[in-house]
């Protein structure tokens, strides 16, 4: 056999095992989908919203751009498939509402209970879906505002505050609802409309300054 014969063979093998070895590595279906969502993920956490790119993310995960246009049409959704599989829903309601003996405080850990979750996902994410899809679409996000928890987190707040009365601090007759959302409305301010993370030094703000001293004045 020629030494050319023999560097065919030669080529060949390497071929095939190439081919072989791609074959072994092909991802499809939800294995790609989920190695796609990890690149997105890992990008985000990196490089943050604003500077995150669906061609970054394709090379980050070793494919190309058009694989990942094919499962999500533009950054936005793709970025709602990833707080979909790695940021857990927020557990807005605890297995149980704070009582810890005093009015101030329960409201307190009420409030820090629902804004903690939310500095996973960051203010910039959030501001970036605002942006992009409008804040319609963004309370429908599990991972932000659960559909269908207002009545839940106001119902909250009503037990909070009917426990209060129990302890003779309140009197639940002369506080208004209007009042009795206020701490869960400046929440939502601040989350939808500022470009801070909702911090302590905010909710006690919200707590001290404003609600406690409304629930005093109305009793």
Known sequence: MSMDTNDHHLQSDQSESDKNSCK???RRGKVLEDAILEAAWKELCDVGYNHLTMEGVAARAKTNKAVVYRRWANKPTLILSVLHKFVPPLPLLPKEVPDTGDLRNDVFSFLHG???PLQIIGAETIHGLIVDFGKDKLISIPQ???PKEEDKLITAMITILKNAEMRGEVKLEKISLR???LPLDLLRYELLTTHEPVSDKII???VDDIF???IRRNQ
Do not use: N, V
């Open 114 to 116: 629902i804004a903690k």
């Open 204 to 206: 006690h703000e919200i």
């Open 144 to 146: 932000i505002i659960p």
């Open 212 to 214: 406690m001293p409304l």
């Open 24 to 26: 072994g590595t092909r």
């Open 179 to 181: 009042i009795i959302s």
